[in-house]
T-cell receptor
Framework: QKEVEQNSGPLSVPEGAIASLNCTYS??????FFWYRQYSGKSPELIMF????GDKEDGRFTAQLNKASQYVSLLIRDSQPSDSATYLC??????????????FGKGTKLTVNP | GAVVSQHPSRVICKSGTSVKIECRSL??????MFWYRQFPKQSLMLMAT?????????EQGVEKDKFLINHASLTLSTLTVTSAHPEDSSFYIC??????????FGAGTRLSVL
């Protein structure tokens, strides 16, 4: 089982809709979770991080964490065409023994249609 | 916000030559930087962790003698791909640690080895 799994997509939503991106992870002891956005041909940029169970909101973005289900998601409200990108889920596994190396999923490609 | 500058953005070279990529933190000191490689439609794979003033820590399967990393100052880390071959063609991205698990990425270097 891969450490961080994401549906590769593509996920297509109409402009103004809510986009829901999902991620599961294998290391139950993981404590830190991150969402990065990567436009085609560019490097990743941090959108949000979440450490505690529940929801964390930042503008149009909401990260949701459920450690019992080993599941983290990213909701994008009022999706815009400029949100079209690949979204990478990243986790710091507990098995790394204190190292803060990020383990990335393969990413979900999101397309927001005007 | 924190800015990480990476140069060059694109390199085309002949097989057998060496290529140096620079990663600079412009407005902060980065004691830890990371080097990643990303193949098309794949996720970021960590190559090594670079700590200022000490030897880099390489991930399993990454050849230390081929991918030379130097982190001689708090604002500069370099990756040298020695004797590059076509299979080394990839997107190389550096990042700088700005907080627990939080990394700011450079723009990336697209290496093409002919």
């Amino acid at each position: 089982q891969k450490e961080v799994e994401q549906n590769s997509g593509p996920l297509s939503v109409p402009e103004g809709a809510i986009a829901s991106l999902n991620c599961t992870y294998s290391d139950r002891g993981s404590q830190s979770f991150f969402w990065y956005r990567q436009y085609s041909g560019k490097s990743p940029e941090l959108i949000m991080f979440i450490y505690s169970n529940g929801d964390k909101e930042d503008g149009r973005f909401t990260a949701q964490l459920n450690k019992a289900s080993q599941y983290v998601s990213l909701l994008i409200r009022d999706s815009q065409p400029s949100d079209s990108a690949t979204y990478l889920c990243a986790v710091i596994p507990a098995t790394q023994g204190g190292s803060e190396k990020l383990v990335f999923g393969k990413g979900t490609k999101l397309t927001v249609n005007p | 916000g924190a800015v990480v500058s990476q140069h060059p953005s694109r390199v085309i070279c002949k097989s057998g030559t060496s290529v140096k990529i620079e990663c600079r933190s412009l407005d902060f000191q980065a004691t830890t930087m990371f080097w990643y490689r990303q193949f098309p439609k794949q996720s970021l794979m960590l190559m090594a962790t670079s700590n200022e003033g000490s030897k880099a820590t390489y991930e399993q399967g990454v050849e230390k003698d081929k991918f030379l990393i130097n982190h001689a100052s708090l604002t500069l880390s370099t990756l040298t791909v020695t004797s590059a071959h076509p299979e080394d063609s990839s997107f190389y991205i550096c990042s700088a640690r700005v907080g627990w698990g939080i990394q700011y990425f450079g723009a990336g270097t697209r290496l093409s080895v002919l």
